[in-house]
């Protein structure tokens, strides 16, 4: 067809400039600028260029682009322009907020946009770019690729613990889990989504499991508050004996791996929960037509060995190993929540 002068392409010129606006973002949260202002009243452009060791021109540029798409604001004092972060920024960018974000967006420079950035080889192989973006072989992204430096482990777990502090408390308030009263997160990382649930849930407590070497780093995301209901304990889930426990959180697992991986877990699982358990899975889910959210489905340009599924496909996965749905909840958060109950073998109808 033919398309008409009017017809400005909005949609195709804001995805060519998408990558300009996520590396804008990206710089700013690295080199603190949102961090400089929350300690501040306003500061002129000056003083922002030398508290982020930064030149005038570029602080300039990247301080207007920041204004322009909502980041910052700019506000006249004593006839001088300053910055200042706008709430969002405050709430979502500032390192220390008790919602930041900023763990996850270094993650997604450092770690998400190299990968992206050999997309096209991506596409034409069908395979993770690691070994291209950072010049090592990775077969389990955990272990051999997040995990092999203490500097780059730490990043991805503040990444985990940032996302885990935004969509907490949305994920434990999704389901009534009264009838449970120990809860196991299976790869449940720096323990803020346990704590969410044990906030949420005054009778529960939760054991986090998740491999030795994120275990031995929780004390770097400890809370201010003790909670003795949550306790640690590391294994792989893939080799080692699961604690027991009458609920079983799987947060942001099962996207992580493939069918035939997820059956060993699954079996695991299902032979370690008596009829009546509870399994608790937290994803983005698809919609049936594999078209929303995108979100999902630009993650999985990132070529891991896992899939992102619709809720029926995870029903079909866990069915599999006696695990009934019995409610979902779409949270308007980035996570969603399906809660599955183990049923006994002896009731099921024929
Ligand atoms: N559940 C957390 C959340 O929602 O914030 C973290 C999700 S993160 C994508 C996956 C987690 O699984 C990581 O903490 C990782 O260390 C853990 N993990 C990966 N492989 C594992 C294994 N074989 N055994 C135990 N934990 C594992």
């Known amino acids: ?40 009243n306003g500061l002129t452009l000056e003083e922002v260029a030398g508290q982020i060791n930064a030149s005038v021109l570029g ?21 001088t322009n300053v910055y200042r972060n706008t709430e969002q920024a405050n709430c979502f960018l500032v390192s220390n907020s008790p919602e930041s974000l900023h763990g996850y967006i270094l993650h997604c420079n450092d770690m998400v946009w190299p990968l992206f950035s050999h997309l096209e080889n991506a596409v034409r192989e069908g395979t993770s770019q690691h070994e291209r973006a950072f010049g090592k072989k990775s077969e389990d992204v955990f272990q051999d690729a997040y ?12 990444a985990m613990h940032s996302i885990a502090r935004v969509t907490g408390k949305d994920v434990a308030t999704a389901f009534d889990l009264s009838p449970y009263k120990t809860a196991c997160d299976i790869g449940g990382c720096t323990g ?23 275990i031995e780093m929780r004390r770097y995301f400890q809370p201010k508050e003790n909670d003795d209901r949550v306790s640690f304990v590391a294994g792989d889930f893939f080799t080692d004996d699961l604690p027991k426990a009458d609920l079983y959180i799987l947060a942001r697992i099962l996207h992580d791996w493939s069918d035939e ?50 809720t029926s496909e995870y029903n079909d996965l866990l069915e599999k190993h006696g695990f009934t749905p019995k409610h979902i909840k779409h949270t308007d958060n980035l996570l969603d929540a399906m809660l599955f109950v183990k049923e006994d073998p002896n009731d099921k109808r024929t």
């Open 147 to 158: 995990y092999s430096k203490d500097e780059v482990k730490l990043r991805f777990m503040d």
């Open 261 to 310: 991986k997820l059956h060993v877990l699954l079996s695991k699982l299902s032979k370690i929960c008596t009829p009546g358990c509870g399994l608790l899975v937290s994803e983005i889910f698809l919609d049936e037509e594999r078209k929303r959210p995108s979100r999902a489905l630009l993650q999985a340009l990132s070529m891991t060995e896992g899939k992102q599924r619709s």
């Open 59 to 79: 602080t300039e540029r990247l301080l207007e682009a920041a204004v322009s798409l909502g980041l910052l604001k700019t506000v006249k004092q004593q006839n």
């Open 1 to 40: 067809p033919k398309c008409s002068r009017q017809d400005v392409p909005h949609s195709i010129i804001s995805l060519l400039d998408g990558f300009k606006a996520s590396k804008t973002l990206f710089t700013a949260s690295k080199l603190k600028v949102f961090d400089v202002l929350n300690s501040s």
């Open 192 to 214: 803020a989504m346990a704590y969410e649930f044990t906030k949420a849930h005054p009778g529960l407590s939760v054991i986090v499991f998740d491999l030795p070497q994120v």
